[in-house]
């Protein structure tokens, strides 16, 4: 059964940073997009940014570029946000999820998804 695993959440104060880790397990890693997703209370789940399988093309959501950075390392099975200058408004939880899509698609095209990381930004 194939696993995804985000750790790295928790409290921080605006303006600071926090890097957030997606590890797979029971995936052939290397062959999938990943994505990063939150969640606000209250709101739509919102995709975030997107990694191709090779690490060669990225997308983000206009608001997050410049401040978030998706990364992976296939060798580790890892995917990475690296979010800085953070706002209250980045309170959400944080999901990593799986795609066979070499672009980044809708949320239904994500096949696998993580349980979820709380961020939480205090003012």
């Known amino acids: 059964q194939v696993q995804l695993v985000e750790s790295g959440g928790g409290l921080v104060q605006a303006g600071g940073s926090l890097r957030l880790s997606c590890a797979a397990s029971?995936?052939?890693?290397?062959?999938?997009?990943m994505g990063w997703f939150r969640q606000a209370p209250g709101k739509e789940r919102e995709f975030l940014a997107y990694?191709?399988?090779?690490?060669?093309?990225?997308s983000y959501l206009e608001s997050v570029k410049g401040r978030f950075t998706i990364s992976r390392d296939n060798a580790k099975n890892m995917v990475y946000l690296k979010m800085n200058s953070l706002k209250p408004e980045d309170t959400a939880v944080y999901y990593c999820?799986?795609?066979?899509?070499?672009?980044?698609?809708?949320?239904?095209?994500?096949?696998?998804w993580g349980q979820g990381t709380q961020v939480t930004v205090s003012s």
């Open positions: 029971r995936l052939f890693f290397s062959s999938y997009g």
């Open positions: 999820a799986a795609t066979p899509r070499t672009y980044a698609p809708p949320a239904l095209d994500y096949y696998y």
């Open positions: 990694i191709s399988w090779s690490g060669g093309d990225t």
